[in-house]
């Protein structure tokens, strides 16, 4: 599966040494059948000394006897594990989910000539994708110099050079989420209720765990209804710990998840809160205290502050990107959804406005519909 973060090289395996199992677990030594025997032990006896005379003549050697033909069953079957689905599948989901804005924009290079009325067509197309006026003008003028210093002719063309420009303007947001530089790396995961974080956190967790990266997760998100369940779901599924307490205050709960990261060892400590729209100050102000209060339970921490964006709420992304990062200082962004009804453009938005790195996007509920960003697919999945 493609690699969804950078970590540190893991040391070498010991050579032949006991195999380190999980705190409380102990291998039972095997125990002989009752019905089978136990054979004595037996110490070597010499055999006694024999004089050795040459014979007159060799005697001819006989014929090695056939050994007796047994039938041995054959090997069990090996049953290889499932392999991890291609990168194109993945673009496959991806360009599905946003094949409805990218049949908009196509449209306008189906015409014979490069004119005004082209461009035009293309500045109302990205505006209704959300990309916004800045960005739009932006792609607009680079596109107008690439075409000019290609001198293309054809419209199908320009198209291509929009997919170099939409992907130049979103390289700065391709960026991968590193684990391993601190022990353990401290995550705060934020947005809006209804954005699609426990999920997002769920599925995070999952690949992690299975990049062996040892997980706890903290349920902060102590007043939604069901949130503490949801996120026990996801723990029970990738097999991590979980520190809640119902009713809690999220800022304690995330502060004993920290300490108890770091006495169990853990390499990755989630701490899920609750959902805040960036209009409701006084929330705003307790996702302040948590950071405050992590930051007392380890030295430099949170490490990363995570934002879950809905990729259908448009231009409001850009407004939510703006109000959390300037409340808590974002380091990442998830951004939800894209499966068929988002518009993608905000991408664009967001680049040129606050280019917040995006980690992760996502295309659905299962598994394998979150992966890492990628400016050039993206854009080939917009646009192609």
Known sequence: MFSFFKKSAPAPAPAQGPELLPEGWAVKPARTPASAPVAPSLAPVAAPAMPIAPPAEMAPIAAPVAAPVVDVPPPPAVVQAPA??????????????????GGSIAGVFSGAKIDEQLYEELEEALLLADTGVKAT???LDDLKRRV???????????????????????APLEKGLEVGRHTPTVMMVVGVNGAGKTTSIGKLTRHLAEADQRVLLAAADTFRAAAREQLGVWADRAKVEIISQEGGDPAAVSFDAVNAGRARGADVVIADTAGRLPTQLHLMEELKKIRRVIAKAQEGAPHEVLLVVDGNTGQNALNQVKAFDEALGLTGLIVTKLDGTAKG??????ARER?????????????????TFSAREFARALLE
């Not at 993945?90 to 804005?101: D, P, Q, S, V």
């Not at 295309?363 to 992966?371: A, P, Q, T």
Request: glycine share 8%; net charge neutral.
């Open 84 to 101: 991890a689905p291609p990168r194109q599948s993945w673009m496959e989901r991806l360009r599905a989910g946003l094949r409805k804005t």
């Open 345 to 350: 453009g905000v991408l664009a938005a967001i």
């Open 355 to 371: 280019p917040v790195p995006v980690y992760f996007i996502g295309v659905g509920e299962k598994l394998e519909d979150l992966e």
């Open 137 to 139: 003008q932006f792609l």
């Open 148 to 170: 000019k210093e290609a001198r293309v002719t054809e419209p199908q063309a320009v198209r291509g050079l929009l997919v170099d420009a939409l992907a130049e303007l979103l």
